[in-house]
């Protein structure tokens, strides 16, 4: 999928008596997911865009032109990976957006519209799943074949807590970078409607 951050209708201002006038639509706040493409192809607000938060850097300068023509608002799963996406945005002259409150999450739970996909398992639980499995791994060697191997579920323990305690999860971003978490994973500028960014 090639990549996109405004239907190239709604870039167009209208004309009316002599003045020219933004289009109702670009006062609605675009949706910009930070969520994997795997996470975004699963269930996404409809019109949003998708540019995941390790790819973000490279669409600054794009964002800072579009939020001067219409709010941006940041969509995660819960508001963790929108947080840090904020601080960057806003720390680097994109000055009109905001967060979701409540996320993507929020949003289906009040029943607003959303279009899905292939059902996945998101990336928090994928991290979930794996941090799961390597603690019981690391005590059932522990206690079967040698006490080392209870420095596997510390190890996961100590990494959960810097992840709780940093909202940045180094396992989250590992396992972003994997091949079944990053769909139509071509960027290349402004795309047709309804791609992702």
Same mark, same amino acid.
């Given at each position: 999928?090639?990549?996109?951050?405004?239907? =190239?209708?709604?870039?167009?201002?209208?004309?009316?008596?002599?003045?020219?006038?933004?289009?109702?639509?670009?006062?609605?706040?675009?949706?910009?997911?930070? $969520?994997?493409?795997?996470?975004?192809?699963?269930?996404?607000?409809?019109?949003?865009?998708?540019?995941?938060?390790?790819?973000?850097?490279?669409?600054?300068?794009?964002?800072?032109?579009?939020?001067?023509? !219409?709010?941006?608002?940041?969509?995660? !799963?819960?508001?963790?990976? %929108?947080?840090?996406?904020?601080?960057?945005?806003?720390?680097?002259? %994109?000055?009109?957006?905001?967060?979701?409150?409540?996320?993507?999450?929020?949003? %289906?739970?009040?029943?607003?519209?959303?279009?899905?996909?292939? =059902? $996945?398992?998101?990336?928090?639980?994928?991290?979930?799943?794996?941090?799961?499995?390597?603690?019981?791994?690391?005590?059932?060697?522990? %206690?079967?074949?040698?006490?080392?191997?209870?420095?596997?579920?510390?190890?996961?323990?100590?990494?959960?807590?810097?992840?709780?305690?940093?909202?940045?999860?180094?396992?989250?971003?590992?396992?972003?970078?994997?091949?079944?978490? !990053?769909?139509?994973?071509?960027?290349?500028?402004?795309?047709?409607?309804?791609?992702?960014?």
């Amino acid at each position: 999928m090639s990549t996109m951050l405004l239907d =190239q209708e709604q870039k167009s201002p209208k004309k009316t008596n002599g003045k020219q006038e933004l289009s109702n639509s670009l006062k609605e706040p675009l949706y910009l997911d930070v $969520r994997t493409p795997q996470e975004f192809e699963t269930v996404h607000i409809s019109g949003a865009r998708n540019i995941p938060l390790p790819d973000l850097h490279k669409y600054v300068d794009e964002l800072k032109t579009l939020s001067s023509e !219409r709010p941006i608002m940041l969509v995660c !799963r819960t508001q963790n990976r %929108v947080k840090i996406a904020y601080e960057y945005l806003t720390n680097n002259g %994109v000055t009109n957006c905001g967060i979701l409150e409540g996320g993507i999450t929020d949003w %289906v739970a009040q029943g607003k519209p959303v279009i899905k996909g292939q =059902q $996945r398992i998101s990336l928090e639980g994928q991290v979930r799943a794996i941090a799961g499995s390597l603690i019981i791994l690391g005590v059932g060697l522990g %206690v079967t074949i040698s006490s080392w191997f209870l420095l596997i579920p510390t190890l996961v323990g100590v990494g959960l807590l810097h992840a709780g305690l940093t909202d940045s999860c180094l396992m989250g971003m590992l396992l972003s970078k994997l091949p079944m978490n !990053r769909i139509g994973n071509s960027h290349s500028g402004i795309g047709k409607k309804g791609d992702p960014l």
